[in-house]
């Protein structure tokens, strides 16, 4: 199984920017799925994640400005961030817990890079 992330870039603040990322591979599953950051310096952390059945976390710093959702036809996750600021600038990780025939995994993606500057 891997995840491909994508959909990073540099914007202005109050700009937006779409992330996806896609689980490709066999599975039976995915039971979480989920958006992590980190800034330079600083250590990664839980942007939103959406676990199955319905709970959807955020980090209160990003709580009404992005919405995680996902395509489940696609085995895609997207994350929408609206109003970005400046320190929302970090590398996004897409992140995943996949049943597969090996057992139950974490998977994550590449990074992909987020800069808000003017």
């Known amino acids: 199984v891997q995840l491909q992330a994508s959909g990073g870039g540099s914007v202005q603040p109050g700009g937006s920017l779409r992330l996806s990322c896609t689980a490709s591979?066999?599975?039976?599953?995915?039971?979480?799925v989920g958006w992590y950051r980190q800034a330079p310096g600083e250590q990664r952390e839980l942007v939103a994640r959406k676990i199955v059945g319905g709970i959807t976390d955020y980090a209160d710093s990003v709580k009404g400005r992005f919405t995680i959702f996902r395509d489940n036809a696609r085995n895609t996750v997207y994350l929408q961030m609206n109003s970005l600021k400046p320190e929302d600038t970090a590398v996004y990780y897409c992140?995943?817990?996949?049943?597969?025939?090996?057992?139950?995994?974490?998977?994550w993606g590449q990074g992909t890079q987020v800069t808000v500057s003017s």
């Open positions: 992140y995943a817990i996949i049943w597969t025939n090996r057992g139950t995994g974490d998977y």
């Open positions: 591979g066999s599975m039976f599953s995915i039971n979480v």
